[in-house]
């Protein structure tokens, strides 16, 4: 099982560039999720999708942020424009929740940020 | 807001030794997991236990559960120094939510 796959894996641009993160699932999972990770806020949910459609993306810090999930094995997670402060490491994960496994997320490496 | 809450935020042992880390939560929940994060790489899960449990084994991992006190508690036995990471108690919010909410995790460290 290849597990959750996300590109980049490292991305420095400069303020004001578009950034555009991708995630593939694993296979059979109907569940993703977008999180974000920094020192000082730790991993924050920033939206959750259920068979391709978001369910909620209260996360999301503001407009500029947007994901989409045209189909089970694709998603991505657009910065535009970005700004330095959205400089973090960007975690997908999936899951397919059941009576046996519960809720467990399985995520991917990340995409680590920086944002100059 | 952050709805589990790691303690301490960093450990230090010598190797050999027993690791406790302790997560405090708000709500009600259906289940509560434990993750561990290696530097520089994605979560990893460990174990979940659910609300009607109270104790869970995985190898060296012990996990206590305790509702009324909204805690749960992460015991490694006889650490190694490949046991150095992060660790994370994540809960969901109960009422059939699958989206989980993370803790800022404990940071261990395993002298060997």
């Known amino acids: 099982d290849a597990g959750v796959i996300q590109s980049p894996r490292h991305e420095v641009t400069e303020m004001g560039q578009e950034v555009t993160l991708r995630c593939k699932p694993i296979s059979g999972h109907n569940s993703l999720f977008w999180y974000r990770q920094t020192m000082m806020r730790g991993l924050e949910l920033l939206i959750y999708?259920?068979?391709?459609?978001?369910?909620?993306d209260s996360g999301m810090p503001e407009d500029r942020f947007s994901a989409k999930m045209p189909n089970a094995s694709f998603s991505t997670l657009k910065i535009q424009p970005s700004e330095p402060r959205d400089s973090a490491v960007y975690f997908c994960?999936?899951?397919?929740?059941?009576?046996?496994?519960?809720?467990?997320?399985?995520f991917g490496e990340g995409s680590w940020l920086t944002v100059v | 807001s952050q709805q589990g809450e790691e303690d301490p935020q960093a450990l230090s042992i010598q190797e050999g030794e027993n690791a406790t880390m302790n997560c405090s939560y708000k709500t009600s929940i259906n289940n509560l997991q434990w993750y561990r994060q290696n530097s520089g790489r994605g979560l990893v899960h460990l174990i979940l236990i659910r609300s009607n449990e109270r104790e869970k084994h995985s190898g060296r991992l012990r996990v206590t559960l305790d509702t009324s006190k909204k805690s749960s508690s992460l015991l490694i036995t006889a650490s190694r120094a490949a046991d150095t990471a992060s660790y994370f108690c994540a809960t969901d919010s109960g009422a059939g939510s699958y989206q989980l909410t993370f803790g800022k995790g404990t940071k261990l460290s395993v002298i060997p």
């Open positions: 994960a999936s899951s397919f929740p059941g009576r046996s496994s519960g809720n467990t997320i399985y």
């Open positions: 999708f259920n068979n391709n459609v978001p369910i909620d």
